[in-house]
């Protein structure tokens, strides 16, 4: 089977504009999820969606949202950006959300922010 | 907020010592994963432990889930420098929304 995949690898984007990152779990995989790594931060959850739904949602400001396709295929959107949400965006899929909740990783997005 | 706690935060060792890295918390969690991380990939699943007291083996790769599911530890034995990477361990419970601990950075000199 093919690994999740991300696009773009590399994104560089000036303050104040928008931006959207593709993610296509493993074929198969119903739950998407997306997080955001910076070196301070750690993993920080942003947000799943299963079915189409966002199911669970993190700690984060409106401007991060969202949404899952009928395939599965999920994007993020991040609006009016700012410097500090310059990080590795990454997304993961998994075949349920069951008691093992396993996680599968793409490579991710790196943003940069200007 | 379930929060994991990894340590050391930092560890560089020579080719062919021995390891353990930890991850606690003051939380229950119905399983745990192990994952590594290389600069620049994301992290990649290691391992799943689901029981209290479950000894998992990979390879060179000792894991452990605590008998109370509260903690965890992963030991290498005889580290290569492949072994190099960000090791993170993740506690699910019953939110299922993952908790991330800030992991630990592995350098492993030949």
Known sequence: KAGVTQTPRYLIKTRGQQVTLSCSPISGHRSVSWYQQTPGQGLQFLFEYFSETQRNKGNFPGRFSGRQFSNSRSEMNVSTLELGDSALYLCASSYSSGRTYEQYFGPGTRLTVT | ?110
């Open chain 2, 1 to 110: 907020t379930q929060l994991l706690e990894q340590s050391p935060q930092f560890l560089s060792i020579q080719e062919g010592e021995n390891l353990t890295v930890y991850c606690n918390s003051s939380s229950v969690f119905s399983s745990l994963q192990w994952y590594r991380q290389e600069p620049g990939e994301g992290p990649v699943l290691l391992v799943t432990v689901v029981t209290g007291g479950e000894v998992k083996k990979l390879k060179r790769l000792t894991f452990q889930f605590g008998d109370a599911r509260k903690d965890s530890s992963l030991h290498i034995t005889a580290a290569q420098p492949g072994d190099t990477g960000l090791y993170l361990c993740a506690g699910a419970g019953g939110s299922y929304i993952p908790t991330f601990g800030r992991g630990t950075s592995l350098i492993v000199h030949p």
